[in-house]
């Protein structure tokens, strides 16, 4: 996909497995979609899993080879945004564009009903954003931003 800039990049999505349901080696599909890219490609990887070792993990598996590497799932952005030794990008969790009031997007009333009688109710929400914006693969920085609800000015 051409960025802004009209530069072509990848935005490759893989899944962990670690806490997960049962998927294929998520570094051997890696393996698999980087091989099939040009070199030339700035490669940014949404890296969709659980354990934030897996996470971790992976980014150095893939570090030098991907532009970033930039953890998702847990909806939470962590304050762990680094470059590694060859050159990519990390963060753990990047958070999440959704309710900034609620459990981790979801509506926080159904969702605590939920956890407390196991009924699978409800999931809806007000829209708010929080999360980091990563400024990559062409300036190494990322900003966290929150926009919305209680969050502004935090
Ligand atoms: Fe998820």
Same mark, same amino acid.
């Given at each position: 996909?051409?960025? #802004? ?6 935005? +490759?999505?893989?899944?962990? %497995?670690?806490?997960?349901? @049962?998927?294929?080696? @998520? ?10 890219? #040009? ?43 680094? +470059? ?6 990390? +963060?753990?969790? +990047?958070?999440?564009?959704? @309710? ?40 190494? %920085? ?11 000015? #935090?």
């Amino acid at each position: 996909m051409p960025t #802004a800039q009209g530069t072509d990049i990848a935005i +490759v999505n893989i899944m962990g %497995r670690v806490f997960m349901d @049962p998927l294929d080696s @998520p570094f051997r599909a890696a393996d698999t979609v980087l091989a099939e890219l #040009a070199d030339s490609i700035p490669v940014v990887v949404d890296f969709h899993a659980e354990a934030t070792s897996e996470k971790v993990a992976m980014a150095n598996y893939l570090d030098g080879r991907a532009s970033a590497v930039l953890g998702t799932h847990t909806h939470v952005p962590t304050a762990d945004a680094r +470059v590694l030794p060859e050159g990519t990008l990390y +963060v753990t969790d +990047v958070g999440m564009v959704g @309710p900034y009031n609620s459990v981790i997007g979801a509506e926080t009333e159904a969702m605590v009903r939920r956890f407390v009688t196991r009924c699978r109710c409800g999931r809806t929400g007000e829209t708010r954003s929080r999360g980091r914006c990563p400024s990559t693969p062409f300036c190494w %920085r990322s900003t966290p931003a929150r926009v919305g609800g209680e969050a502004s000015g #935090a």
